[in-house]
């Protein structure tokens, strides 16, 4: 038993957190940063903190993760690190020469109360950012929110650090995707472009962190959202934020600085998320659903009929982001599963609120926190309370499912035990599809591995 010392009696706890379900801000910014073509992220603060965001991302990705730091010293924690910035910006446009730094913060910087705006003025006041370069930034204090939160400032500072209005319309539509992997990125641009819609997207990491093999490093890949498109987002007819946690602030930015009406929708998660998806890029763009998103819909449904009998009142345990865990709660109530204990460790009531309200019919009380004390040690002793047919969380669930022998689906952020999950959508019905398939073989190997000879199917 690795986790042995888990208890099953759970005692209210104020101060101590336990296997947290949740990281700290700037490695969202990373990631976000990294959805810009050309750019380079950029960590306001001690090395430590870049060292383990990269690694942390490339572990996940199996790709390199580029990312430079102001490398802080005990001099710049105590009189500031504005020497250390500037510096720093003049060597990564000197030696690293990309088109933008984006720059987060780390708790060092934030405690002490660098003036990173001030900075980087400073920094092109001093002609350290040559013509055409840029450097945006956000504030990332990591004792607030998660790793989303992270992200949702980093994505916010890049729709309003290049959004101009010009009063001409482009034509095209912003969509906000979330902290998702690449390979959603890339189904939602799929799927809009389907509808006949041209988006906008950003941050963009498709083919970034899931690029191809070619021989050859290419420190800054071909993917990746453009200046041009951030700077014409502003002439956009409108901009659809998917998931409030990580994409609504950067939309809300777009509209209050040139007016771009947004709507904030739930990530596409399972039939009914994407179906509201699917229905707002119809109404807003005033276009009808091609022949093939029919298909792709009635494909899942589809799948979803022949699988009712396996799925059937399978009880679920998951750790995870919100604006995942919603839909995917959504969607597993749809097929009759039942998700019984839910824990996210990104802090945020509205969380809660929604969880109770899609549960609110079920016969059963659903255990459910978010923040402070929502950690996987909870969600283990949860489950030792009442036991579940499936875990679904990142890596560290494995822990628990090893111990409670359930069956494990990796989902979300991190997965460092395996490799390819970055390739594969989970999103829209495609990546409903696919999500159903990863079930059903766990639930289907978990019976061929329990039953007697006599009760081995060869047809399930
Ligand atoms: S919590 Fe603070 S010190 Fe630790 S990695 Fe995050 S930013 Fe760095």
């Known amino acids: 038993m ?9 005692k209210p706890r104020e101060s101590l957190t336990v296997n947290p379900a949740k990281t700290c801000q700037p490695i969202g910014a990373m990631y976000a940063s990294l959805g810009i073509h050309n750019c380079l992220p950029h960590s306001h603060g001690s090395q430590g903190c870049c060292a383990y965001h990269r690694s942390a991302l490339t572990r996940h990705f199996r790709e390199p993760v580029m990312a430079a730091t ?13 020497s250390n910035l500037i510096q720093a910006i003049d060597t990564i446009f000197t030696t690293y020469e990309p088109d933008v730094i984006a720059v987060h913060t780390t708790c060092l ?26 450097v945006i930034h956000t504030s990332t204090p990591s004792y607030v929110g998660s790793h989303v939160t992270g992200f949702s400032n980093m994505t916010k500072a890049m729709a309003t650090a290049f959004s101009k209005s010009t009063g001409v319309s482009n034509g095209k539509f912003n969509i906000i995707p979330g902290y998702v992997e690449p ?3 890339t189904e939602i641009k799929r799927v809009v472009k389907e509808m006949g819609i041209k988006p906008i997207l950003f941050p963009d990491t ?18 990746g959202v453009t200046i041009e498109e951030l700077t014409s987002a502003g002439d956009s007819i409108g901009t659809i934020a998917l998931g409030n946690t990580a994409s609504a602030d950067a939309a809300r930015a777009l509209d209050t600085r040139c007016k771009v009406p947004c709507q904030v929708l739930d990530l596409p998660i399972g039939l009914a998320a994407t179906d509201r998806f699917i229905n707002t890029l119809r109404t807003v ?63 945020g009531k509205d969380f809660v609120k929604r969880i109770e309200a899609l549960t609110a019919d079920l016969p059963y009380k659903v255990n459910v926190k978010a ?8 969600l283990h002793q949860w489950i030792k309370n009442e036991p579940v047919d499936l875990l679904i969380s990142n890596t560290y669930g494995k822990y628990i499912a090893r111990d409670e022998d359930i069956p494990f689906m990796r989902y979300g952020f991190p997965i460092v035990d395996r490799v390819g999950h970055s390739y594969f959508p989970s999103v829209c019905y495609k990546g409903g599809m696919r999500l159903l398939e ?4 766990l639930l289907l190997d978990r019976i061929d591995r329990d039953s007697l000879e006599e009760t081995f199917e060869l047809v399930m």
Not at 206 to 223: A, E, I, R
Not at 298 to 327: E, F, N, R, S, W
């Open 285 to 347: 763009a005033g276009v009808n659903v091609p022949a093939s998103i029919d298909l792709e819909r009635g494909q899942l449904l589809d799948i979803i009929t022949d699988m009712q009998a396996y799925l059937y009142h399978k009880k679920v345990a998951l750790a995870g982001d919100p604006d995942q865990l919603i839909p995917l709660v959504e969607f597993l109530i749809s097929i009759d599963m039942m998700p019984v204990h839910i824990v996210t460790g990104t802090p």
């Open 2 to 10: 690795l986790l042995r010392h888990t208890n099953k009696e759970i």
């Open 206 to 223: 498709s083919n970034v962190l899931n690029g191809p093999q070619t021989g050859k490093y290419k420190m800054y890949p071909d993917g």
């Open 183 to 185: 390979s959603d990125m």
């Open 109 to 134: 910087s934030e405690t002490i109360g660098d003036d990173v705006n001030q900075i980087a003025i400073k920094a092109v006041k001093d002609g350290k950012v040559p013509k055409g370069k840029y």
């Open 438 to 441: 990863k079930i059903l073989d």
């Open 371 to 378: 923040g402070g004390g929502a950690d996987m040690y909870l």
């Open 70 to 82: 102001s490398s802080f010293t005990e001099g710049s924690s105590v009189f500031g690190g504005q």
